[in-house]
């Protein structure tokens, strides 16, 4: 879990030293895709509608 957030961590880092400001919007709708894929994963009731959406 440690490795993860560093690894988060190091990401930010990167994109605000090399001053990358236009990839934070990327960044943040991969983020919330992958959430949500993970949590639709968990309900397998909701997955039909997964495919609607994407």
Known sequence: MISRVQTVLELCSLLILNKRWWLVPMVGILALASVLLVL???AE???PFV???F
Do not use: E, F, P
């Open 40 to 42: 639709l994963q968990a």
């Open 51 to 53: 495919y609607t959406i």
């Open 45 to 47: 009731y909701v997955a």
